[in-house]
């Protein structure tokens, strides 16, 4: 067993992701209309109700919280395939095979990713429609933040992924995961004022990290934007970067020890 | 001197979690290189199970497990190298094309280098798709979606690619299930072609007896335990004798001439107006020119393996509970695949006198 073959295996299985998702025409539709929704009816909305004392245009604010939220969100509901997979049985095929069981995490991780990557350069010329400006070197920028979030989607999608016995239960369990991190992590509304209760329950959303780095990544160099950002680049990162590698250590060992211990 | 066996499988034991009892219980079995071995047994009697854990797919709970040298506990990659498998249930990925579900395949057993196309894959890939297509009577097929496939294709789809890395052994694990005869036949041609040809080790689970005649050996499982173990024709004679049913217009007459020149015979059927006489090959002609009475009817029959397994089966139904250990016959050497009917106590199974 090679680097080079479990590189390539790697690359071959993050490829046949893409090329599902490239080929599920549905899927390819509601990459636009989610976001769309949430940017366009509650952008409004929130910007509407929202306290005054930001200096920044709300409808910005929301579309980068977006913008991070649906990448996040894709990587990680694309993990729970895996279980699709599994009942399908076409995991065994996989599992079967000559591989680490970390490529073959890690092909899926990426995979699943590129699949967000694709949905967010969706998500981001449709930014560009409805006003959202930027230069292009901080277009540039959001690259890296991009993939950055994508695998830390992948990552925690791996952590839940191993711990669910069944994509019914997975449908059912996941918005109850997702949905209060829409609100505590800040996808819509600034969260620096929260009480203690909440801001604890902030901090402990790993979408919170996700989405200020996006923010972070858009407004580091605009003038006027105080309380849009929470916490510098390199936290956020570091934050990611620690809490990714301990989802994918237990999520792998979880998800191994259940396929082959029944 | 024989070579050593591919497959080597040593008190085998498998209890699933909460579960009242082992679903394998102490198998013990070997398989010679290219031998065509085949595990009957009915369901829930521990086949899936043992070919999961032969595959790598389940952990055991004790035994040992070596497959082409390679030690299941501690060098599962090497197992997997050395292993085919087409599943009991379909593991193609329907939204791939049927090359696509063979190239991912060939990548992940590092066969090849990836790349993105059909076209930019090397030409010795190329090459080789297209002779397993051919053979297997895909063609230019191989290039459609899987989901336009039918179950058949399916099936021969997924034997190319259990067997485009060249395994050393192929578990076929209920391949027949859902093909119609034709589906079916095709299949096994081609399956008995290839091991010819490449000297593979079929390693078989099956329901359909008739498949497993063909091979080399079998080993019936029941309730987790071997109750027998040999060439299909030791188990099927070990356990049936082949007899003549004879019938004549004068059915009393009949039988009062056979119970008269002490020739042993019973009733065929409840109701039935014939009678069986236990007779070999070279009794029969005997036998016939000893009755007198005018005969209407004169058939041989041979047990089949069908017959011997459901004797088996019900056999070992009834001794469910009445015994300690079950009563098993275990027959042939096990490394020699077309070894004949001598009594090898290596399993737990007690070797019992054969037949009646």
């Given at each position: 067993m090679s680097l080079a073959h479990e590189f390539n295996a790697l690359l071959a299985i993050a490829y046949r992701d893409l090329l599902k998702f490239l080929r599920d025409r549905s899927r390819m539709v509601g990459t636009l209309v989610f976001p769309a929704v949430f940017i366009l009816i509650l952008g409004g909305a929130f910007g509407a109700a929202a306290q005054s004392?930001?200096?920044?245009?709300f409808q910005t604010f929301i579309f980068f919280g977006v913008f991070a939220q649906n990448m996040w969100q894709s990587s990680a509901t694309g993990i729970i395939s895996l279980i699709e997979d599994r009942e399908n049985d076409f995991s065994q095929a996989i599992f079967v095979a000559p591989l680490s069981r970390y490529t073959i995490l890690g092909g899926k991780i990426l995979g699943e990713s590129l699949v967000a990557l694709t949905q967010g350069i969706v998500i981001f010329v449709f930014g560009l429609v409805i006003g959202v400006r930027m230069a292009p070197s901080q277009a540039l920028a959001l690259i890296p933040v991009a993939i950055a979030i994508c695998l830390y989607g992948g990552a925690f999608g791996l952590i839940l992924m191993a711990n669910m016995n069944s994509q019914r239960g997975a449908q059912q369990v996941f918005p109850f995961l997702l949905l209060p991190q829409f609100f505590l992590g800040g996808v819509f509304t600034p969260v620096d004022k929260f009480n203690p209760v909440l801001a604890f329950l902030s901090r402990i959303s790993p979408l919170r990290y996700a989405v200020d780095l996006m923010r972070g990544g858009y407004y580091g160099s605009v003038e006027g934007s105080a309380g849009a950002v929470l916490a510098s680049q390199p936290f956020n990162l570091a934050v990611m970067a620690v809490s990714g590698v301990v989802f994918v250590m237990i999520g792998t060992a979880v998800f191994v020890r259940k396929e082959r211990t029944r | 001197m024989q070579a050593a066996p591919i497959i080597k499988v040593d008190g085998l034991v498998k209890r699933y979690q909460k579960a009242e009892r082992n679903a394998v219980d102490g198998v013990s079995f070997d398989v010679a290189p290219g031998e065509f071995f085949s595990l009957l047994g009915p369901n829930g009697a521990g086949k899936t199970t043992t070919i999961s854990i032969l595959t790598t797919t389940l952990a055991p709970t004790g035994g040992r497990v070596t497959i082409d040298g390679h030690d299941l506990a501690t060098d599962a990659a090497g197992v997997r190298r050395s292993a085919g498998i087409t599943f009991q249930t379909p593991s193609l990925d329907r939204n791939l094309s049927a090359e696509e579900n063979v190239r991912l395949h060939a990548i992940l057993y590092g066969l090849y280098p990836w790349r993105p196309t059909y076209r930019t894959m090397p030409a010795a890939y190329r090459q080789r798709l297209g002779e397993l297509a051919e053979v297997v009577g895909l063609g230019a097929d191989i290039f459609k979606p899987v989901r336009t496939y039918s179950g058949g294709m399916r099936r021969k789809l997924e034997v190319v690619r259990s067997l485009i890395h060249q395994p050393r052994v192929l578990f076929l694990d209920?391949?027949?299930?859902?093909?119609d005869p034709a589906s079916r036949r095709d299949l096994w041609n081609y399956l008995l072609e290839m091991r010819r040809t490449a000297d593979t080790t079929l390693f078989l689970t099956t329901h359909y007896l008739a498949e497993a005649e063909d091979a080399d050996r079998i080993c019936v499982l029941s309730r987790g335990r071997i109750i027998a173990l040999g060439t299909p024709a030791a188990v099927t004679t070990s356990l049936l004798d082949r007899y003549v049913l004879l019938g004549a217009t004068d059915a009393r007459a009949l039988r009062n001439e056979l119970s008269g020149k002490n020739i042993a015979w019973q009733e065929h059927?409840?109701?039935?107006p014939y009678v069986r006489v236990a007779a070999n090959e070279s009794d029969v002609h005997a036998l016939l020119k000893a009755i007198d009475t005018p005969l209407t009817m004169v058939r041989t029959v041979l047990p089949t393996l069908e017959d011997a397994y459901l004797a088996l089966v019900e056999r070992d139904e009834l001794d469910l509970g009445a015994t300690s250990g079950p009563a098993g016959i275990v027959l042939g050497a096990p490394a020699a695949p077309n070894g004949d009917g001598v009594a090898v106590a290596k399993t737990r199974a007690q070797p019992v006198a054969a037949g009646q």
């Open positions: 004392g930001y200096q920044f245009e | 209920e391949p027949s299930t859902g093909l059927a409840g109701g039935s």
